[in-house]
């Protein structure tokens, strides 16, 4: 027995070492409370797998949902296009995607800027890509910004990118995004547009 505890043991070690996580049991006890054999048995489990790495897809929104931009700045999908607020126009504002001013078969990005002293929202449409949209990379003129996708449930063929950015001081340039790019979860474009 003491040979047996003492291999076991030994491939517990072992296991240890090979970066496998254990397990231990209790020999059982007599009715005293007290063990036949003061030793523990230690069975090796294999570690589980490190989880594969999968590519970002779009945030699902349902009809109407809100979601929060920046303080003050909301946007919000429907069938039609894309509506938000800013805190100058809290009513709203609406890109459509239904009124033949976007053709969804084509790839295509719209970009909108809206902006307070303390921030600027940017977003915009995005449609007509292949595959899955994944990213979306902004160049600005306060740097390169990583962009938010949202899109309605079912694969409509268009969702909305959006990301907030500090303000700069005024260049003289026209726009501020000079270029938008949003990838699919394959790396490749789905849909860019350059402004400059």
């Known amino acids: 027995m003491k040979r047996t505890l003492k291999h076991l043991a030994g491939a517990a070690v072992t296991a240890a070492v090979a970066g496998m996580a254990t ?4 020999a059982p006890h007599d009715t005293a409370g007290r063990a036949p054999h003061s030793a523990t048995v230690t069975a090796a489990v294999p570690a589980a797998a490190p989880a594969a790495k999968h590519a970002p897809t779009p945030r699902i929104v349902q009809p109407g949902e809100r ?10 999908l429907t069938p039609e296009g894309k509506h938000w607020t800013t805190p100058d126009m809290p009513e709203g504002q609406f890109r459509s995607v239904v009124d033949g001013n976007v053709d969804l078969s084509s790839p295509g990005v719209s970009v909108q800027s809206e902006g307070t002293p303390e921030r600027v929202l ?6 007509g890509g292949k595959g899955t949209a994944s990213t979306a990379e902004l160049r600005t003129a306060a740097g390169t910004l990583q ?6 449930p079912g694969r409509p063929g268009w969702g909305v990118w959006y990301a907030v950015a500090e303000p700069v001081a005024d260049d003289g ?9 949003v990838r699919n979860t394959k790396g490749k474009v789905y849909a860019s547009i350059s402004l400059r």
């Open 23 to 26: 397990m231990s049991y209790a």
């Open 67 to 76: 979601v929060t931009g920046a303080p003050g700045f909301e946007l919000w």
């Open 122 to 127: 940017l977003s915009g449409l995005y449609y």
């Open 147 to 152: 962009g938010e996708l949202i899109e309605l």
């Open 173 to 181: 340039s026209w726009n501020f995004v000079s270029e938008v790019t």
